[in-house]
């Protein structure tokens, strides 16, 4: 038999099944409610445009790399990133494994073929319960995320990452300043009031070593 579910698992499931957004993307026949968060960001900042070089780190189910796959268009490269496997997205190479491991993002590269123009990031932990270790946790991936975004996005690059509210996020945003022009945060409708999750755009890379 299978594990019983928790009440605080029933009552997420119950929550999820109910939101509008999941029956929107159901409706629509769109992989996930994650369509929503980043067409809404698309339409806030034009971050993703026609040829573009984009990499989608954390991409599965791969909502993100459908829509931002439709802003390239067939002239541009997009390479697609987890853990998870995914099913096949047109003009999209999709890439499986840990993005922290060298040999993962060394093939990121390749596929890419060229500067990166922008890195999203929907990248989250599996977490623990504990409040305190998983923000640790996400915060880890975030600053790898970063890290990697200086050193590998073009100069004027792009950077659209999920982070979440609590320790740690200040000095987060204020290390994003220190590379770009301009470091906006946004909370899209389609994230749930109860989330801590948020969004930095960070625009227009400026610096690959801290200002």
Request: glycine share 6%; net charge positive.
């Amino acid at each position: 038999m299978p594990p019983k579910r928790s009440d605080s698992s029933h009552r997420w499931l119950k929550a999820h099944h109910q939101d509008p957004f999941v029956k929107q993307a159901h409706q629509q026949g769109l992989r996930s409610r994650a369509h929503f968060k980043l067409e809404e960001i698309q339409l806030k900042t034009h971050l993703i445009q026609p040829g573009m070089r984009v990499l989608d780190l954390g991409a599965a189910p791969g909502a993100w790399s459908v829509f931002a796959a439709q802003c390239i268009g067939t002239q541009g490269a997009l390479v697609a990133c987890d853990l998870l496997e995914m099913k096949a997205i047109p003009h999209v190479s999709i890439i499986q494994g840990d993005f922290n491991d060298l040999s993962t993002q060394a093939a990121i590269i390749k596929a890419l073929q060229g500067p990166i123009d922008v890195i999203l990031s929907d990248i989250a932990p599996n977490t623990s319960g504990i409040q305190k270790a998983d923000q640790l946790k996400a915060m880890q991936l975030s600053e790898a995320v970063l890290a990697f975004a200086v050193t590998h996005l073009k100069m004027g690059g792009d950077l659209c990452i999920k982070v979440f509210h609590g320790v740690g996020f200040d000095a987060y945003m204020k290390q994003c300043r220190s590379y770009f022009k301009q470091v906006k945060t946004f909370k899209p409708k389609a994230s749930r009031s109860r989330s801590a999750e948020c969004y930095i755009w960070a625009h227009h890379k400026t610096n690959s070593v801290p200002a």
